[in-house]
């Protein structure tokens, strides 16, 4: 298959409420999408890098950069029979993971659509539905947080992720637990601790959380193993994992139990596959991350968590989590036991809402050969 042109886009979308991790606080999205032409058809996918090199350096200015003088011109007009002839001719670029899976999941998309099967059967997957859980981002008051999560767990979510930071972590974590002794909690730091916090950190241990996610910074493989010994917390990794061979050296390291894969972080579903291959011989489970997707990247997400290997649940939380009106058709809704169906159309399997798209873009830009 062919990619005749691609067309980038930004737009602008207003979350319902604004996210704050350790990062920083977000109020708007500005998605950044590509529409592929392939044999006259168009193939959509979503670009998942942020406004700000926050959680990574990739940025919604840095990866329409790459894609338009690098990735797109090396991959424009070329017959491609797999996606791994897509990845072989992005090799030369060095990292810049987000753009490259852009392409590489829209053009993963068309493969499956062309062998007539919904991406997840494409992909080798075994569920119909998904389990999902939130991400529930740093509040201002105890109150708040509590009544997000009483407000989740109504809608009927199974599993509680808490962003916490330096200040916002015991104390949070006791007031829940005080609250929901029982519910499946967990806590992602997005590399807000070093190494000294060890003893800090290990007082998580008494909250029986499912795991503790990226404490450390994204390189800190080693320390993360050394936290890993001091600690009885599973460490799932996500911002250090930006490849195969990452996951493989952070298990042979045991800098972590768990990995969070997200397929825009490592590149793309080929590279999410083998690192879900290698932690399933290592016997650690994987699950789905999320990036405050619109419904296109939403659908890559669920479409990789029916591989068997993810067998903890998501942040694939349903369309109306984030957005007022989500981009694609039908949305993403909650099922019960806190599920996402799989949808079985061919291909990505939503169909894109292009009127709402056009209104919503604030740039846009054709490359062709
Ligand atoms: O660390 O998992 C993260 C959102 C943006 C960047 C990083 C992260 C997140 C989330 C939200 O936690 C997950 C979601 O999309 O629901
Ligand atoms: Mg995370």
Redesign the pocket.
């Known amino acids: 298959m062919k990619i005749d042109a691609v067309e980038l886009r930004v737009l602008k979308m207003r979350l319902l409420k604004p ?1 704050r ?1 350790s990062f920083g606080v977000q109020q708007d999205r500005y998605p950044l999408l590509v529409r592929l032409e392939i044999d006259g058809r168009s193939q959509w996918g979503e670009c998942v890098a ?1 406004e700000g090199p926050w ?1 990574s350096y990739e940025t919604v200015e840095t990866a329409w950069q790459i894609l338009k003088g690098y990735l797109l011109p090396a991959v424009i007009g070329r017959d491609l029979v797999n996606a791994e002839a897509l990845e072989t001719l992005f090799a030369p670029v060095r990292g810049h993971h987000m753009a490259k899976a852009a392409i590489e999941m829209a053009f993963t998309a068309a493969l499956a659509e062309h062998a007539r099967k919904p991406l997840a059967k494409f992909l080798g997957g075994v569920r119909d539905r998904v389990e999902t859980g ?2 529930i981002g740093i509040q201002s008051t105890v109150d708040e947080l509590l009544d997000n999560i009483g407000a989740s767990l109504a809608q009927g979510y199974r599993r509680i ?1 808490v ?1 916490i930071e330096p200040g916002w972590d015991v104390m949070a974590l006791g007031a829940i637990r005080e609250q929901y002794p029982e519910i499946t909690l967990m806590a ?1 730091a ?1 590399a807000a601790y070093g190494l000294d916090d060890a003893d800090h950190l290990a007082q998580l241990d008494r909250f029986g959380l499912l795991m503790l ?2 404490p450390l910074a994204a390189g800190d493989l080693v320390d993360h193993a050394a936290l890993q010994r001091q600690m009885r917390t599973p460490i799932c990794l ?1 911002e250090s994992i930006e490849s195969a061979r990452d996951a493989r050296q952070a298990l042979e390291l045991g800098a972590c139990q768990v990995i ?1 894969i997200k397929p825009g972080r490592v590149g793309g579903f080929a590279e999410s596959r083998r690192i879900h291959d290698i932690a399933a011989n290592a016997g650690v489970p994987v699950w789905c ?5 619109t419904g296109i990247g939403r659908a890559c997400n669920v479409a990789l968590a029916t591989l068997p290997n993810f067998r903890l649940p998501g ?1 694939i ?1 349903a369309s109306d ?1 984030y957005w007022a009106e989500d981009i694609i058709e039908p949305p993403f809704t909650l099922q019960r036991g806190g599920t996402v169906s799989v949808p079985t159309r061919w291909g990505l399997g939503v169909r894109v809402k292009v009127d709402l798209v056009e209104r919503l873009t604030v740039r846009r830009e054709m490359i062709s050969a």
Do not use: A, C
């Open positions: 996210f991790t942020g959680y939130v991400s992720k962003k992602d997005n996610e990226q996500d969070n991350g999320g990036m405050l997707e942040d939380s989590r």
